[in-house]
Every structure is written in structure tokens, then in C-alpha cells.
């Protein structure tokens, strides 16, 4: 039994999705308190950046009771992923775990998938698949867009494509395989995709699977595994290394940007600010949000498996080692996985400004994020019927997310 629930509590995905629902959400029947977030002291010493709110941000919570979830499309399979391509076009592009990108039009979703790697992307089992995509801060000029996907032996592949003369369809002949990592289990892969501030395509991989880390992954420096890659994809035959990543001359790979994760299951960019927040899936006990102000140089190191959240998993860092603690963390009352989301940057909802919102996949309750005063506050916003796969955001800064039982929703005033 220890062990059966063991794996429910460290496995992303569930076999038996609910149907997706189709209604609007309401949140919690008592609005949640605001809850200013001091975890507990770790034993080993953990700094942490010092969040300033920008100019932009809102400096409270706006009442939840006011919002809901309106459904944008639905008869999707297993949603985990929702983008837009930046090209004015005004779409969304969801990814379907089984290997194809479907896109939302005009309010429609259409019939025939943007790319179907299907044949491809032969595990499809928990948290393998059809991972993530990013599309070229210059995709309206060149047509180039980045999928994560795991291949049919179970590993990690990062490849680009390019679009055809059809602009709702990719050419699948285009295929250029840039990365291929070796997963030794079949959980924790990561997957995510996204394009910096700076240009660069930040990759986030998990540790490799099982439980624990038995390989030590998040702290080796001679694999990719529990990593924040950077590369440059505009140079090199395939692409090139940033000259400030961190182990660019040696001590490291020099793909490697940040380490220390276990299972970074979606991460973002701040719109105005190029902050970076992490939701990186815990063990047993913890799930945390990491955050980096813009400007962190490479090389941080966020703890695992030394630490889950701000405690003590595995043993004692070396003495010196400067480890980076999560913003927030929340225990296993009250969820299992947690679900890194999006800064609000829209235009619609100026009362979330600069909220981050992100959620946890079992339980399937939503929070938001906020620095006032200099102090991470968190909230409990929203109670729902959905399993959180993922945020997503479109051109106009509005917040959707993927129901991993079928459905998208969007953000919206009641």
C-alpha cells in the first residue's frame, strides 16, 4: 500500500482522466485569507532573491468571486500545453500528449492538426509523450517552432520544425533533431519549451525518474537531467552555447543554465519584468516555486535532492554551496504535483496585474502568486473540476489552461 500510494504521489499524470467539464468555475465557497508564505528554516543555509513588485504589478489579490473559467474549446486529448505563435494571427496552439498540435481559431478548434507526430512519439504512458512547444520570437519572419517529445525507446527529444505555405499546417518533413537525452525511467521528463527574454530557448528536464534521484541527477553536472538548459538556436549547425552559461569553460555541461531540479513541470517568463518562475514538482512531502529575478546569472543551483522545498531530503550540501530556496512551497494536504503557471500581463483583467497564477493537478485548486512589500504573499483563488495540465497565454496577455480532460478555458469576468 505504501508503495501504491507512493506513486500516485509522484506521478504527473493520471490514467483515468475526468470527462472535461464544461461549465464556468466558481471559487472557493469562503474566499481564502491571504497567506503571507514563510516556509519553514531549512537546516542548511538557503538564500533567495528578494522579490521587488514592478510598477505594473497590482499590490493585492483581486476578489476571486468576481471570475470564472469559460470554456473555449473542448474534444481535445489530453491537453498539456497551450501557446500562441506570436504572428498576430491571433491562435492558440494546444499540445495533445499522443503527439499532435491542434489549433484554436476565431473561437473554433480546427479539424485538422497543425503537426501529427503520432508515429513518432511512441510512449504516451504518465508523464511521456508530446511534452511542450515553443515557437520563434521571429516565427511571422522565418516559420521555425521547437517541440519536446519522447521518442519510442522512451527518450527525450528536442527538435524543430518549420511551417508549409499552409500557416495552419507544419511541414512534418522538417523535422531537425537538436537534442536527444537518455531517460533511464519513464517519469519526470519535464518537457517544457519557452523562448527568454534574451532570445534564448530555456529547456527544462526532470531528473530522470523513479524516486528520490537514485542516479543523482539533479546535482550532477555531467547530465542534462534535473536541468534548466539555455542554447541558442540561432547558431551552430544545430545551435550554439550562450558565452555566459555557466559552465561554458568547463566544471559542467555547457548547455546547463540552472540545476537542482527534480521535475520542473511548467516555467514561465514574466512579459514585463523577464522574471522566471518554476514549478517544480516535489517528492513526498513538498511542491515549490522557484523564482529568479531578470538578471540572475546562470549557475544557480535550486537544491535537489539535498532539498525538497526549503527541507532537508537527502543528506547535507557540501559546506559552501549556496543553494537557491523556492518563493513558496505547499505541503501534500493540499495537493500531490504542482502545475507552474503565467504572470497575468493582459489587458482585460488590469485588476490581476502581475499576479502569477499557478495550480496543482491533484487536488485542482488554483492559486495566485504575489510580492507586496517586498514579501511573497499566496492565495487560494479558485476550487475546480479540472485537471491542471498547464497555463497558457495568448498574444494579448489573457490567462487559459489546459484541462487534461479535454478542454481549454479562459479567464473572464462573471
Not at 52 to 75: H, K, L, M, N, T
Not at 91 to 120: M, Y
Request: net charge negative.
Amino acid at each position: 500500500m505504501k508503495t501504491f500510494v507512493f506513486l500516485l504521489s509522484v506521478l504527473f499524470f493520471s490514467a483515468c482522466a475526468p470527462a472535461p467539464a464544461v461549465e464556468t468555475v466558481r471559487p472557493p465557497t469562503q474566499p481564502a485569507p491571504v497567506v503571507v508564505t514563510e516556509p519553514s528554516p531549512p537546516t542548511v543555509a538557503v538564500p533567495s532573491a528578494s522579490p521587488i513588485a514592478p510598477p505594473e504589478s497590482v499590490s493585492e489579490f483581486p476578489d476571486p468571486q468576481g471570475y470564472q473559467w469559460v470554456v473555449v474549446a473542448d474534444g481535445l486529448e489530453q491537453p498539456l500545453d497551450v501557446q500562441h505563435a506570436g504572428d498576430g494571427s491571433g491562435r492558440l496552439f494546444v499540445v495533445e500528449q499522443e503527439g499532435r498540435i491542434r489549433i484554436i481559431q476565431n473561437g473554433r478548434l480546427l479539424e485538422t492538426p497543425f503537426l501529427d507526430v503520432r508515429k513518432r512519439v511512441g510512449s504516451r504512458k504518465a508523464e511521456q509523450g508530446l511534452l511542450g512547444l515553443a515557437f520563434h520570437p521571429r516565427y511571422a519572419e522565418n516559420g521555425l517552432f521547437f517541440v519536446n517529445y519522447t521518442d519510442r525507446d522512451g527518450n527525450t527529444v528536442v527538435a524543430r520544425f518549420h511551417v508549409s505555405a499552409d500557416p495552419n499546417q507544419a511541414d512534418p518533413a522538417s523535422e531537425t533533431a537538436l537534442l536527444h537525452v537518455e531517460q533511464p525511467y519513464s517519469n519526470h521528463n519535464g518537457g517544457g519549451l519557452v523562448f527568454g527574454p534574451d532570445g534564448y530557448l530555456y529547456i527544462g528536464l526532470g531528473d530522470g525518474g523513479s524516486g528520490g534521484d537514485p542516479h543523482g541527477n539533479g546535482q550532477s553536472l555531467d547530465t542534462m537531467l534535473g536541468k534548466m538548459l539555455r542554447i541558442d538556436v540561432d547558431g551552430g549547425e544545430l545551435y550554439a552555447v550562450p558565452a555566459d552559461n555557466p559552465f561554458v569553460s568547463g566544471g559542467g555541461l555547457p548547455e546547463i543554465w540552472a540545476y537542482g531540479l527534480r521535475n520542473p513541470w511548467r516555467y514561465t517568463f514574466d512579459a514585463a519584468t523577464g522574471d522566471l518562475y518554476i514549478g517544480d514538482v516535489g517528492q513526498e512531502l513538498w511542491e515549490e516555486i522557484d523564482y529568479l529575478p531578470a538578471g540572475t546569472p546562470g549557475g544557480v543551483n535550486f537544491g535537489w535532492n539535498y532539498m525538497e522545498g526549503t527541507h532537508v531530503y537527502a543528506g547535507q550540501p557540501p559546506a559552501g554551496m549556496a543553494l537557491v530556496a523556492p518563493v513558496m512551497e505547499y505541503g501534500h494536504e493540499q495537493g500531490c504535483s504542482v502545475t507552474g503557471g503565467v504572470v497575468y500581463r493582459g489587458a482585460d483583467l488590469p485588476e490581476w496585474q502581475g499576479v502569477y497564477l499557478y495550480a496543482d493537478f491533484c487536488s485542482r485548486k488554483i492559486w495566485g502568486l504575489l510580492p507586496v512589500g517586498g514579501v511573497w504573499q499566496a492565495r487560494l483563488l479558485f476550487e475546480t473540476r479540472f485537471t491542471i495540465a498547464a497555463f497558457g497565454q495568448d498574444e494579448r496577455g489573457e490567462v487559459y489552461l489546459a484541462d487534461y480532460g479535454g478542454a481549454i478555458y479562459r479567464l473572464d469576468k462573471r
